[in-house]
């Protein structure tokens, strides 16, 4: 079960490579989010009420719900292009995509071999879609299209965390999600000021201070 | 320890709820009262009221505390007057994030877990960037974008840091500083070890270590001079935080060569990004930042030298916040008597506003580390302790570096302050804006002769984290 779904999550960073609508980028993240919640109750051995309703805000409610919700009403206040326009073509993502994948994976073994407590397939996805985010962010000139990328890689960050098998604190993993939304938030206020500023959103025009 | 988190949560709904500009400034001067009377209370006693879960309070953390304490009082002070706003709620944006931002600091010096460590970080990004565009013109607008983004992405790099550390222990643990140094020698070395790479890459981009410091002279320069003053003087030391604590564990795992040689390779880079900068730059705030940038490479190769460098870490981070932060402040004062950045345009400071002028001058000479400044003392201390190790050619190429960045600096200012004033319109500024930049200047100096207290935390501080 879990090793199904944590493939599902690859094929969605493969899809995020494909496609040239942002729209499909936030139906990709909501995915995730789902796919986030299910890996999480497969994994919990013991029924707790308080841990299903945490584990059911972080994923469901913020990863699958809220912040799509927010991107893509900033697209639709901002009037942005609904298209991508990343820097590279989409053969070339779809090919570091593998690349990724390939590094990823070796990093998954490798860490199953050095450690008993880590699940390689897990592991090696959650670092893929880490680097997935990287990659976003750096082939990228649109700024929404980096938060999406800040995103993907969160959700990396997130699956590395149930890949280390380990339970953090609430304290800690409500905190961990409340930033990120709230990161989320403070970004589109500055996307918001950003458009009705400069008239465009491309990072092209942020490049006036420098040395 | 919960007054000083309540009381700014408090006063941050209260601000949030009324709207008053008046009732704003009251608050947060009294907010920045309360942070500075705590101090004493969190030295004799600690648990008073009563201990709260989740944080310790140590030496370490209140050194910290009493810097910001410092540093909040004097801009706070500074801030009320110098700040003109726009309008009522752009007035109340800036004091709740003023006071969330110090929440989030404090609660970072204090937190006793890796993992909370990490939240109170990324609340002070938050935090801190509508802060940074408080100017509201495209320029701040670019830089407070690239800081929040910039650094979510080297916090998440923190994060994956912290994840790797779970992956090193060993089941039944915990996140606690207490329980990773006791518990060193049972977490995998390999992992630690790409763990910390993670965590100091992390924190290092918040505490703008080169190669990871590209957001700093842009935040630093665009923010306003109080600003400016609480991120160079207050923000960077809350960044190295959690490097120091996780030194220890380093330590008590014997991975310490390898931490060390990390810390002097990225100090080193710092220090030398900052030189070719500074002599080549126009705008006297970014130099500044560079400058930052320069003193955090110092701290950061000081905590890689080890030994008797650190006690000169912790004064050269003091003499640092003190008189960068008064450095800011003035600033302000000459951004408003000139109304540019470029220093080319800023011409016989001197004539037009003597106290500014020779504040300008004092604040450089403290800077370069001439006596009777604390960065003199911490600069020669940490120049024994690399002598000592047998770091020379280090120490040989440190200080050709610092040479450079003194001689990048001094041109500024010499053209800055001497030659002819021609301006018919005096600008006559306020009183309090040369005399809280004046105290700070005295209190680093002040800060030399170490009231019994402050070495007490320093010394202690030092051996918290391995000296």
């Known amino acids: ?211 | 320890m919960p007054i000083i988190l309540i009381i700014p949560v408090l006063f941050t709904i209260i601000a949030w709820w009324m709207r008053k500009p008046m009732l704003n400034n009251t608050l947060m001067i009294l907010h920045a009262l309360i942070h500075i009377a705590m101090v004493p209370v969190l030295y004799f006693m600690p648990d008073f009221p009563w201990p709260i879960r989740y944080f310790t309070i140590d030496a370490l953390g209140i050194f910290f505390y009493l810097i910001l304490s410092v540093l909040y009082l004097a801009t706070a002070l500074y801030g009320v007057g110098f700040l003109k706003h726009p309008g009522r709620s752009h007035h109340t944006l800036t004091a709740t994030s003023t006071m969330m931002f110090v929440f989030s600091m404090d609660g970072a010096f204090f937190a006793d877990n890796l993992g909370l460590l990490w939240v109170f970080i990324e609340t002070t990004t938050l935090a801190s960037a509508l802060l940074i565009n408080y100017d509201q013109t495209r320029h701040s607008l670019e830089a407070s974008w690239k800081y929040i983004f910039i650094c979510s992405i080297g916090i998440a790099l923190a994060f994956v840091g912290i994840l790797l550390l779970f992956v090193a222990m060993p089941p039944e643990s915990s996140l606690t500083f207490a329980w990773l140094v006791e518990h060193a020698g049972e977490l995998s070395p390999f992992w630690l070890k790409i763990s910390f790479v993670f965590l100091l890459i992390g924190f290092g981009t918040k505490l703008g270590l080169a190669p990871v410091h590209a957001w700093l002279p842009d935040a630093h320069s665009e923010a306003p001079a109080p600003v400016s003053a609480l991120l160079s003087g207050a923000l960077l030391n809350t960044a190295l935080v959690p490097i120091l604590r996780t030194m220890p564990v380093m330590q008590a795992a014997e991975l310490l060569p390898m931490a060390r040689n990390l810390l002097l390779l990225m100090g080193l880079l710092s220090v030398f990004i900052a030189a070719v900068f500074i002599v080549r730059i126009h705008n006297y705030k970014r130099i500044l930042a560079y400058s930052s940038i320069e003193n955090m490479g110092i701290v950061a190769i000081a905590l890689g030298v080890g030994g008797m460098a650190l006690n000169a870490m912790f004064i050269h981070l003091l003499g640092h916040s003190m008189i960068k932060g008064a450095f800011f402040l003035i600033t302000g004062n000459v951004l408003r008597l000139y109304g540019s950045k470029d220093y080319r345009e800023v011409k016989g400071l001197l004539e037009r506003d003597s106290r500014t002028g020779w504040l300008w001058l004092a604040a450089f000479l403290l800077l370069s580390a001439l006596p009777p400044s604390p960065l003199f003392f911490s600069e020669f201390q940490l120049a024994l302790g690399m002598v000592g190790s047998g770091l020379v050619w280090q120490l040989a190429l440190l200080l050709v570096l610092l040479t450079v960045v003194v001689y990048g600096m001094a041109r500024v200012s010499m053209s800055m302050t001497m030659g002819r004033d021609n301006a018919e319109r005096k600008i006559t500024l306020p009183v309090y804006q040369w005399i809280i930049p004046a105290l700070l200047l005295t209190a680093g100096i002040a800060a030399l002769f170490m009231p019994g207290f402050l070495r007490n935390l320093i010394e202690q501080s030092v051996k918290m984290i391995g000296g």
Do not use: C
Not at chain 1, 66 to 81: A, E, F, H, Q, T
Not at chain 1, 163 to 176: D, H, K
Not at chain 1, 182 to 199: E, H, P, Q, R, Y
């Open chain 1, 1 to 211: 079960m879990t090793d199904v779904l944590v493939i599902l999550f690859g094929v969605s960073l493969l899809a995020a490579s494909t496609t040239n609508m942002l729209g499909k980028l936030i139906r990709i993240l909501a995915v995730q989010g789902v796919i986030l919640f299910l890996l999480t109750m497969s994994n919990i051995t013991e029924f707790n009420w308080v841990q299903l309703a945490f584990v059911a805000l972080e994923t469901l409610v913020f990863k699958a719900v809220l912040i799509p919700y927010l991107l893509s009403d900033m697209i639709r206040r901002n009037n942005i292009v609904r298209e991508v326009e990343p820097k590279v073509s989409n053969f070339f993502s779809l090919f570091t995509m593998t690349l990724i994948f390939a590094f990823g994976f070796l990093m998954g073994l490798w860490s199953g071999k050095n450690s008993p407590n880590v699940h390689p397939l897990l592991f090696g996805i959650a670092f893929s879609s880490i680097l997935k985010g990287l990659f976003i962010i750096i082939t990228n000139k649109k700024l929404i299209t980096h938060l999406m990328g800040y995103l993907i890689l969160e959700n990396g960050i997130f699956l590395l965390s149930l890949a280390a098998s380990r339970e953090m604190p609430y304290i800690v993993s409500l905190g961990v999600s409340l930033d990120i939304l709230l990161s989320i938030l403070v970004a589109g206020l500055f996307i918001n000021k950003i458009k009705s500023t400069f008239d465009e959103e491309d990072i092209d025009t942020l490049s006036d201070l420098k040395d």
